[in-house]
């Protein structure tokens, strides 16, 4: 996975579907940052309904017609956020076939200090993923996508990226 991500091997992390690997990822990140999510709301319904339970501050982005995140919009309220910014967005949207320009809205979050999570489960098997030069923070995908069992979950985080675990244990850095 690793190599096929161009990333590093102690940032991956294996769950048990795409849907923990999005769990633990928003909720991890939320329960240990005092930060405002603004997420894609045509994204994946686990991620929809983890948000909604993470009782934080949140806010949908706009997106158009088509299904694009506005970039102008989002830049705004980057802008005039008072406190950091965790941007959830999908790369691809598997039912209406929209694709993001994720090194635009990486760069926008990052211009302002955010961190930024992007579900590549609707692009995973049909567009190559490089996580170095995306720049993403937390990337999540689920494995069946790449003709893994069911059951499969990655999330890759940059080293910098504390998450609070949700299950306490050993494995996967002590995350589950």
């Known amino acids: 996975i690793a190599k ?11 769950t048990s579907s795409g849907s923990a690997s999005n769990t633990l990822a928003i909720k991890g990140y939320v329960q240990k940052h005092n930060c405002y999510t603004l997420f894609s709301p045509i994204a994946h319904k686990s991620i929809l309904k ?55 809205i990486v760069d926008t979050v990052h211009k302002y200090g955010g961190t930024i999570m ?3 489960t609707g692009s995973i098997s049909s567009i190559p993923l490089d996580v170095k030069s995306i720049d993403a923070d937390i990337i999540t995908f689920s494995g069946h996508k790449l003709n893994a069992l069911k059951g499969v979950g990655v999330l890759y985080k940059k080293s910098n990226i504390e998450l609070e675990p949700l299950v306490y244990g050993s494995q996967e850095n002590g995350l589950f």
Not at 4 to 14: A, M
Request: aromatic share 8%; proline share 1%; net charge negative.
């Open 4 to 14: 096929f991500i161009n990333g590093e091997l102690g940032n991956i992390l294996f």
């Open 50 to 104: 983890c948000i909604e339970s993470c009782n934080n501050y949140s806010h949908p982005l706009t997106v158009s017609s088509d299904g694009t995140i506005d970039v102008c919009e989002l830049d705004l309220l980057l802008k005039f956020l008072k406190k950091e910014a965790f941007v959830i967005i999908d790369y691809a949207n598997s039912e209406i076939g929209t694709v993001q320009d994720v090194k635009t």
């Open 118 to 120: 992007i579900d590549c």
